[in-house]
């Protein structure tokens, strides 16, 4: 088959080298792709929201089946467009993406089909949502902007002074745009964090291996959210007991509540949960993969991913036995100084081969540009370098050890990847 991925990032290059490994996939095309996947695959450069290029190259180069893997896309109708033209996709429907794409409309979903997650209220009008904080007084407060906006809309207030003034950017100073004219405020939760990536076809639901993200800049979880700075599977907090109650309380429940309302989600369907004192519950969810989760969820696949996410567009998924390996995976990201606020790109990568590998690990290629036969720095996430061991401290040790060989100028990443308090 001839295949086409869309997206550019870490998870991008994760989910090529996965499909490259079926036998089912004879080449892949990726747009826009990064330097890393075009070492493997065949870049294409048309933006990820521009629906009608897509489709046309598609149509044009035989593309067989496509997979769209960011969530502006998806929101936007992607998958949509190519149904339109009868090219197979591996993602969900805009009217299924909106389970990311508005937590008013998730937030809304769980109360009404009783899935557990944080007490919440929406406001559409910036006095009304001022008035509930303060009359709730109760910190830290979480605000969320109701639309996607890079993963940076969700701000936990520690004082009145501080949610009213995040309440007040978002809902009249536009800082997420449109995301944030609406807001949810809802309950401070405590607890491990969860990642759990299923695959649904909207009659089966399977959960891939669990892990957990590192999403603050700095070791301790100092400093700014990032889209992820490592993450481990599994999740040495999800124990089955946990994962069974999971599946009866929160992701058939999901499935089944998007079918109700007429809204059946195919694809990957992200559970981002919070192992609360009174059980798990839903943080947020996602219509997509993770970026950086899937850099260690599918190196243990193994089963063809291809095979899977045929199965998903025909909707027979319980005919696939989905097996993960007993082993751990870490991926540790290497990213450029100063991100998330501001960075520079443009500098050599060293220590890597000319496919942009090390030995020993998957280095998994974020934000890189290939030049001449050399790898730069293209990104704020630049690499994520992946290992798998026997158990967890195997693996980081050897990310670690290659990460260290791996340099550029002034490289960040951080040192306390899956350590366990
Ligand atoms: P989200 O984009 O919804 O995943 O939120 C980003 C991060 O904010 C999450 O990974 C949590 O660490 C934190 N967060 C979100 N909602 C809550 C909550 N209700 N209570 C505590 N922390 C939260
Ligand atoms: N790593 C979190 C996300 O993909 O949203």
Known sequence: MKVLVIGSGGREHALVLKLLES??????????GNGGISAVAHPVPIKVMDKENMVKFAVENGIEFVVVAPDDPLAAGMVDAFEEVHIPTFGPRANAAVIEASKVFSKNLMKKYGIPTAQYETFEDEAAAIAYVKAQNSYPAVIKADGLALGKGVIIAQSEAEAVEAIHEMMSEGKFGDSGRRVVIEEFLTGPEVSVLSFTDGHTIVPMISSKDHKRANDNDEGLNTGGMGTIAPNPYYTPEIAAECMETIFLPTMKAMNAEGRPFKGCLYFGLMLTPKGPKVIEYNCRFGDPETQV??????????????????????EVDVQFSDEAASCVVLASGGYPVSYKSGYEIHGLDEKGQAEGVIVYHAGTKLENGKFYTAGGRVLGVTALGKDREESLRKAYAAAEKITFTDVHYRRDIGKIK
């Open 23 to 32: 036998p089912l996939v004879d080449e892949i095309w990726c747009a826009p």
């Open 297 to 318: 969820v599918l190196p243990l696949l193994k089963t063809d991913l291809m095979e899977i996410m045929l199965a998903i567009y025909e909707e027979r998924l319980s």
